[in-house]
C-alpha cells in the first residue's frame, strides 16, 4: 500500500533530496531534554535528543508508545503544560527568508505567537477532533489567516479557506460545513489544509492517521507528498508504525525509553537497521513482496520510565547485550551519516556474550 504512495506521487530520489539538503536546515535540535515533575524524582521522558531537520525533508519519529515521541512533539512546537518541563538543550528554527535564528526554547510567547501557523504548524494526534464543533469550516481558517494577515479582508479569507480545502480533495464549498457534517477523512484533511494556511516552513505531524481506515490513510499521505513536493515545507512525521515511515520519509529517528537510538535513511534503516531494537520493529512486519516467513517480535515491554534500568535503557529485552550492556550507557555515534547508539558498533568494545544471551543478530 505504502509502496504505491510513492510511485503515484513521484515520491522524491535520493538528489532531489541531497538538492533540498543543500539550502539549509530549518531546524536544529540540541540535547534536548525534557522531564515531568512528580512528587517524587522528575520523569525523563526525552533525554539528550539531537538532530536536524533539512528544508524540504521529511524526518520520521518512530518507536513503541511510551517512547517519549509525543512529548518530543509537544516540546518542538512549546505546546507543553505542566508538569512537562524542558530542561536543557535548544531547539534553534532558522527561517527561510535569511532572518535571525530563534531558539525555541528561550523565545517569549509574543514571539511564539509570531512564528506559529505562519512558520511553524502541527497536526495533532486527534486530528478528527481538534477542528471547533461549532464553527464553521471557513470561520476557523479565516480566523488564523486574518490573525497573521491583519489586511486580509472576510470574503478573501473564505475564499482562501475554499482552495486550501481543494488542495486536500474537499469541495470549496464544504468550507461551509461543521466538522459532524463531514466524514472522518475529510476532517483529517481539512486539519491538514488549516496547518498549511499561512504558509509555513515546517509542519510537525503527530499520528495523524491513526483514526482512519487504509484506503483514507493512502489518500492522505498521498496528498501530503504531493503538498510538500509543491509547496516546500519540512515535515516532522511521528507514529508507531515504521513500516509507513520507511516509504513516507527522508530520514527516520528511532526513539526508545525517551532517546533517539538510531538515525538513517529510510533505505539505511530497511536493508541495514545497526540498532537490535529497529531490527525488531522492521522484522515485526510482513513484507509486501517477498516468501513467507514467520514474523518475530520484540520480547518484554517497554522500561518505566519512573525506574529506568541502568546501562542501555532496551539491554532487558535485547539478544544482543553482552557485558556492560547493564551499566554502560551508549552514546549516539554518527559514521556515514547514520547514527546508532549501541556497543555492538562501538570500535572500543568486543561483544563478550553473558552467560545464558545470544549476539544474534549483531552485525
Same mark, same amino acid.
Given at each position: 500500500?505504502?509502496?504505491?504512495?510513492?510511485?503515484?506521487?513521484?515520491?522524491?530520489?535520493?538528489?532531489?533530496?541531497?538538492?533540498?539538503?543543500?539550502?539549509?536546515?530549518?531546524?536544529?535540535?540540541?540535547?534536548?531534554?525534557?522531564?515531568?515533575?512528580?512528587?517524587?524524582?522528575?520523569?525523563?521522558?526525552?533525554?539528550?535528543?539531537?538532530?536536524?531537520?533539512?528544508?524540504?525533508?521529511?524526518?520520521?519519529?518512530?518507536?513503541?508508545?511510551?517512547?517519549?515521541?509525543?512529548?518530543?512533539?509537544?516540546?518542538?512546537?512549546?505546546?507543553?503544560?505542566?508538569?512537562?518541563?524542558?530542561?536543557?538543550?535548544?531547539?534553534?528554527?532558522?527561517?527561510?527568508?535569511?532572518?535571525?535564528?530563534?531558539?525555541?526554547?528561550?523565545?517569549?510567547?509574543?514571539?511564539?505567537?509570531?512564528?506559529?501557523?505562519?512558520?511553524?504548524?502541527?497536526?495533532?494526534?486527534?486530528?478528527?477532533?481538534?477542528?471547533?464543533?461549532?464553527?464553521?469550516?471557513?470561520?476557523?481558517?479565516?480566523?488564523?489567516?486574518?490573525?497573521?494577515?491583519?489586511?486580509?479582508?472576510?470574503?478573501?479569507?473564505?475564499?482562501?479557506?475554499?482552495?486550501?480545502?481543494?488542495?486536500?480533495?474537499?469541495?470549496?464549498?464544504?468550507?461551509?460545513?461543521?466538522?459532524?457534517?463531514?466524514?472522518?477523512?475529510?476532517?483529517?484533511?481539512?486539519?491538514?489544509?488549516?496547518?498549511?494556511?499561512?504558509?509555513?516552513?515546517?509542519?510537525?505531524?503527530?499520528?495523524?492517521?491513526?483514526?482512519?481506515?487504509?484506503?483514507?490513510?493512502?489518500?492522505?499521505?498521498?496528498?501530503?507528498?504531493?503538498?510538500?513536493?509543491?509547496?516546500?515545507?519540512?515535515?516532522?512525521?511521528?507514529?508507531?508504525?515504521?513500516?509507513?515511515?520507511?516509504?513516507?520519509?527522508?530520514?527516520?529517528?528511532?526513539?526508545?525509553?525517551?532517546?533517539?537510538?538510531?538515525?538513517?535513511?529510510?533505505?539505511?534503516?530497511?536493508?541495514?537497521?545497526?540498532?537490535?531494537? +529497529?531490527? !525488531?520493529?522492521?522484522?515485526?512486519?510482513?513484507? #509486501?513482496?517477498? =516468501?513467507?516467513? /514467520?514474523?518475530?517480535?520484540? $520480547? *518484554? @515491554?517497554?522500561?518505566?520510565?519512573?525506574?529506568?534500568?541502568?546501562?542501555?535503557?532496551?539491554?532487558?529485552?535485547?539478544?544482543?547485550?553482552?557485558?556492560?550492556?547493564?551499566?554502560?550507557?551508549?552514546?549516539?555515534? +554518527?559514521? !556515514?551519516?547514520?547514527?546508532?547508539?549501541?556497543? #555492538?558498533?562501538? =570500535?572500543?568494545? /568486543?561483544?563478550?556474550?553473558? $552467560? *545464558? @544471551?545470544?549476539?544474534?543478530?549483531?552485525?
Amino acid at each position: 500500500m505504502v509502496t504505491q504512495i510513492m510511485s503515484d506521487t513521484d515520491h522524491d530520489d535520493a538528489g532531489t533530496t541531497a538538492a533540498r539538503g543543500a539550502d539549509g536546515d530549518v531546524l536544529r535540535v540540541t540535547g534536548l531534554t525534557v522531564e515531568y515533575v512528580t512528587d517524587g524524582d522528575p520523569v525523563r521522558a526525552c533525554a539528550d535528543v539531537t538532530f536536524t531537520l533539512r528544508r524540504g525533508e521529511i524526518l520520521g519519529v518512530a518507536g513503541e508508545s511510551g517512547s517519549g515521541k509525543s512529548t518530543l512533539i509537544t516540546a518542538l512546537t512549546r505546546l507543553q503544560r505542566p508538569p512537562a518541563v524542558t530542561t536543557a538543550g535548544s531547539i534553534v528554527f532558522q527561517p527561510r527568508d535569511g532572518g535571525a535564528a530563534v531558539d525555541l526554547v528561550t523565545a517569549s510567547p509574543r514571539a511564539l505567537r509570531a512564528l506559529r501557523w505562519t512558520s511553524l504548524s502541527i497536526v495533532l494526534q486527534s486530528a478528527m477532533d481538534a477542528l471547533n464543533p461549532v464553527m464553521r469550516l471557513g470561520a476557523q481558517f479565516a480566523d488564523a489567516l486574518r490573525t497573521h494577515d491583519r489586511s486580509l479582508g472576510n470574503d478573501a479569507a473564505w475564499a482562501r479557506a475554499a482552495e486550501l480545502l481543494a488542495t486536500v480533495g474537499i469541495s470549496g464549498d464544504r468550507a461551509r460545513s461543521y466538522p459532524h457534517e463531514l466524514s472522518g477523512g475529510m476532517r483529517q484533511r481539512a486539519s491538514i489544509a488549516l496547518a498549511l494556511a499561512c504558509g509555513p516552513e515546517l509542519v510537525v505531524m503527530d499520528e495523524p492517521t491513526t483514526a482512519v481506515d487504509v484506503v483514507m490513510q493512502r489518500q492522505i499521505l498521498a496528498q501530503v507528498l504531493r503538498l510538500r513536493r509543491t509547496l516546500g515545507f519540512a515535515v516532522v512525521f511521528v507514529t508507531h508504525d515504521l513500516s509507513l515511515l520507511l516509504e513516507l520519509a527522508d530520514r527516520i529517528a528511532i526513539m526508545y525509553a525517551g532517546r533517539i537510538v538510531e538515525l538513517g535513511t529510510a533505505s539505511e534503516l530497511y536493508d541495514d537497521p545497526r540498532h537490535p531494537y +529497529t531490527r !525488531g520493529l522492521r522484522d515485526s512486519f510482513p513484507p #509486501l513482496r517477498a =516468501p513467507l516467513r /514467520r514474523l518475530t517480535g520484540i $520480547p *518484554g @515491554t517497554p522500561p518505566d520510565l519512573r525506574r529506568p534500568p541502568s546501562g542501555c535503557p532496551f539491554h532487558p529485552r535485547c539478544a544482543a547485550r553482552f557485558e556492560g550492556c547493564d551499566t554502560h550507557l551508549p552514546e549516539l555515534v +554518527t559514521k !556515514g551519516g547514520h547514527a546508532v547508539a549501541c556497543r #555492538l558498533h562501538d =570500535p572500543t568494545q /568486543r561483544p563478550q556474550p553473558a $552467560p *545464558g @544471551t545470544s549476539t544474534g543478530g549483531a552485525r
